[in-house]
């Protein structure tokens, strides 16, 4: 562990000359497997003199917590520890990368004390880091943080608050669309993308007719607008969709969601399968749902001994398209 450790702080100090961290990452990411002896150096790391040394043992308590869940709180411990004396930007950049991946609950006022900092590359890191421990509650003051921080001076900062809080984060509320909509008129065109697509993902309307130009340009259609589109499932992206082969990134299940024939041919099948299902066992609770942020519809099946949770789409493709054929796969994985 020593001897990892400090290989990889020598790694670190070339580095920052060369500007090749490879060497350096694969090393920590080794130590920090170490679990408690890891956290044991990093927390040394992180009070010694030296600045780099104190980032390293950030990054180590930040790999650590990522492979060791048993460790995450006396990582966070460390960390909060940190952020009351730490000044150095480039240190507390890695304490707010490291201290987001403990997924622990005192990292939130640590990152929103943080998002009020000098230095972009801080608030970047901060933005990125509160997907990994956001509330979801509207009003809770990591969301306002966020919020904040899509308004940002940096374009890079606006761009990464934007994804974290319209993509990742479960949340949603007035100020929140608001701040994504703010961001679909952004000179910056990744965040503006982003914007278009936290708004897709709570399904508002008013993000179609953007969807429906970012497809047109291939630059602004990846894998996250293609899952906007999924989300959304309006018939009007269909002719901007159909433009795209089916492959691997999406485009085939956004198709089958905006498509109206599709669609419909799906609430029939899932009609089918909740009547089948209802005829062979009776006694269960049975309910189709869509996911609040996602496009998934999903089958909750309650059984005596707990409840199961199917993707109804995979469970269809599962039973060959035949509805009747998935019900009775529901009842034969009961046993």
Same mark, same amino acid.
């Given at each position: 562990m020593a001897e990892l450790v400090g290989r990889a702080v020598v790694a670190a100090r070339g580095a920052e000359e060369t500007g090749d961290w490879e060497e350096y990452t694969a090393l920590l990411w080794r130590a920090g497997a170490e679990g408690v002896g890891a956290v044991r150096v990093g927390v040394e790391l992180i009070g010694s003199g030296d600045v780099l040394e104190r980032e390293v043992g950030c990054d180590l308590l930040g790999d650590a917590s990522d492979q060791n869940g048993a460790v995450r709180g006396e990582a966070a411990a460390a960390l909060v520890a940190l952020a009351d004396r730490e000044s150095e930007g480039s240190v507390l950049r890695s304490l707010a990368r490291a201290i987001g991946r403990?997924?622990?609950? %005192?990292?939130?006022?640590?990152?929103?004390? =943080?998002?009020?900092?000098?230095?972009? &590359?801080?608030?970047?890191?901060?933005? *990125?880091?509160?997907?990994?421990? *956001?509330?979801?509650?509207?009003?809770?003051?990591?969301?306002?943080?966020?919020? !904040?921080?899509?308004?940002?001076?940096?374009?890079?900062? @606006?761009?990464?608050? !934007?994804?974290? =809080?319209?993509?990742q984060a479960e949340v949603d509320g007035p100020a929140v669309r608001a701040a994504l909509w703010e961001r679909t008129s952004d000179e910056h065109g990744d965040a503006r993308e982003e914007g278009i697509r936290g708004l897709a993902r709570r399904r508002d309307p008013r993000a179609v007719p953007l969807l429906v130009e970012l497809l047109g340009n291939?630059?602004?259609?990846?894998?996250? !607008?293609?899952?906007?589109?999924?989300?959304?499932?309006?018939?009007?992206?269909?002719?901007?969709?159909?433009?795209?082969?089916?492959?691997?990134?999406? *485009? !085939?299940?956004?198709?089958?969601?905006?498509?109206?024939?599709?669609? &419909?041919?799906?609430?029939?099948?899932?009609?089918? =399968?909740?009547?089948?299902?209802? %005829?062979?066992?009776?006694?269960?609770?049975?309910?189709?749902? %869509?996911?609040?942020?996602?496009?998934?519809?999903?089958? &909750?099946?309650?059984?005596?001994?707990?409840?199961?949770?199917?993707?109804?789409?995979?469970?269809?493709?599962?039973?060959?398209?035949?509805?009747? @054929?998935?019900?009775?796969?529901?009842v034969l994985d009961g046993g």
């Open positions: 403990t997924g622990d609950g %005192r990292a939130v006022p640590v990152l929103v004390a =943080l998002a009020g900092h000098a230095e972009a &590359a801080v608030r970047q890191e901060v933005a *990125v880091s509160f997907a990994g421990v *956001v509330t979801g509650r509207p009003d809770g003051e990591d969301v306002g943080a966020l919020i !904040t921080l899509t308004r940002d001076e940096d374009p890079d900062v @606006r761009n990464w608050a !934007t994804f974290t =809080l319209g993509f291939p630059g602004g259609a990846h894998v996250h !607008t293609f899952e906007a589109a999924r989300i959304m499932g309006a018939a009007e992206l269909l002719p901007a969709l159909m433009g795209y082969e089916p492959d691997s990134v999406g *485009v !085939t299940a956004a198709v089958r969601a905006c498509d109206p024939v599709l669609r &419909a041919q799906l609430n029939s099948c899932v009609g089918e =399968l909740m009547a089948r299902l209802h %005829r062979l066992r009776p006694d269960l609770d049975a309910a189709v749902y %869509r996911e609040l942020f996602g496009p998934d519809l999903r089958l &909750a099946v309650l059984r005596p001994e707990g409840c199961s949770s199917y993707d109804v789409e995979a469970l269809l493709d599962r039973a060959g398209g035949d509805p009747v @054929r998935a019900a009775e796969l529901v």
